[in-house]
């Protein structure tokens, strides 16, 4: 089956500084992705769709300048989050579908812990 | 707007014993209904999917769900569980565009 990758698993940050996290389809072409937050024995939520060469489009209430979404090919999109902050700490997945399929693919997800 | 509705955080089953987890639904238009499952350190998995016609929908892994329209119920049953179903279930709705909307998750322990 289709398989989306992240990097890194998990990465830890000083407040103020910027991280960067790649979503990647490793065997199919994604034409779309889609960014997701997980708050503790929370639900996922929608941040962002992106398509592939076009801007994003963001969910209300996500500011787009703090999180940077970039969707430069068919097997990448990556997640900026900027002057990162304790509250940005959470569980970040993506999600990639593209090709005969309308099936999302998840990624394993990042945790981010902002210190 | 739409939403979705899992009543049940956690539940605990013996293993070999039949599961149903919950979901409801507020969604105005004929839904598309999802159940994922997720494990740690591995991404969600579809299990099964609602677009159109037959209600009672068979996915992977031994599951199946079943939509009730006049209840905007989707709820997940498996007839016999085994330990290694113990995971994190979601049921989803997509309001457009592939979009998802996610309920809150059931997480499942498996007594042995």
């Known amino acids: 089956g289709a398989v989306v990758s992240q990097h ?22 994604a034409t779309t992705m889609f960014w997701y937050r997980q ?17 994003a489009t963001y969910e209300q209430g996500v500011e787009k300048d703090k999180f940077l979404i970039n969707h430069a090919s068919l097997t990448l999109s990556t997640l900026t989050v900027t002057s990162a902050h304790p509250e940005d700490s959470s569980f970040y997945i993506c999600s990639a579908s593209g090709g ?5 693919y998840f990624g394993p997800g990042t945790r981010l812990t902002v210190t | 707007a ?3 509705t899992q009543p049940d955080i956690h539940i605990t089953v013996s293993e070999g014993a039949s599961l149903e987890l919950r979901c409801n639904y507020s969604y105005g238009a004929t839904p598309y209904l999802f159940w994922y499952v ?6 969600l998995q579809l299990l099964l999917k609602y677009f159109s016609g037959d209600t009672l929908v068979q996915g992977i892994k031994g599951f199946e769900a079943e939509f009730k329209r006049s209840q905007s119920s989707f709820n997940l049953r498996k007839p016999s569980v085994h330990w290694s179903d113990a995971a994190e279930y979601f049921c989803a709705v997509e309001w457009g565009a592939q ?8 997480r499942l322990t498996i007594n042995p």
């Open chain 1, 100 to 104: 005969e399929s309308y099936e999302q």
């Open chain 1, 39 to 55: 708050f503790p024995k929370q639900s996922l939520m929608l941040m962002a769709t992106s398509n592939e060469g076009s801007k």
């Open chain 2, 38 to 43: 997720q494990s740690p350190g591995q991404g």
């Open chain 1, 8 to 29: 890194p698993s998990w990465v830890i940050c000083k407040s103020g500084t910027s991280v960067k996290i790649e979503c990647r389809s490793l065997d199919f072409q």
């Open chain 2, 2 to 4: 739409q939403s979705v």
């Open chain 2, 99 to 106: 979009k998802l909307v996610f309920g809150q998750g059931t």
